[in-house]
Nanobody
Framework: QMQLEESGGGLVRAGESLRLSCAAS????????MAWFRQAPGAAREFIAQ????????YYADSMKGRCTISRDGGKNTAYLQMESLKVEDTGVYYC?????????????????WGQGTQVTVSS
């Protein structure tokens, strides 16, 4: 099993930045793709970004492309999501996920482990 724990959420104003962290523990995290999803109030969970196991490739959804950067620190088994120019519509619960696929994917079913989520609230 792998445990994922997100942190870094909070209340920010529109236009500000925020960096989320996802610490992985348990099963060898280095062999898994890592991804971020978010769920806005009343909406389905949506994919934001994925980074490959080795950290060499990233895949972004159009919703936040250009405003966020996914990265990972293999030595710390931690993935990050740096978000810039936040908008009110970016408000939601942000989830970290890990999957063992060898391709880029935005599908929830391709991820085996999930964190509990961290709340991000963007005020106008």
């Amino acid at each position: 099993q792998m445990q994922l724990e997100e942190s870094g959420g909070g209340l920010v104003r529109a236009g500000e930045s925020l960096r989320l962290s996802c610490a992985a523990s348990g099963r060898a995290a280095g062999i898994y793709n890592m991804a971020w999803f978010r769920q806005a109030p009343g909406a389905a969970r949506e994919f934001i970004a994925q980074i490959s196991a080795g950290g060499l490739t990233q895949y972004y959804a159009d919703s936040m492309k250009g405003r966020c950067t996914i990265s990972r620190d293999g030595g710390k088994n931690t993935a990050y999501l740096q978000m810039e120019s936040l908008k009110v519509e970016d408000t939601g619960v942000y989830y970290c996920a890990a999957g063992s696929t060898y391709f880029q994917t935005s599908r929830e079913k391709d991820y085996d482990f999930w964190g509990q989520g961290t709340q991000v609230t963007v005020s106008s």
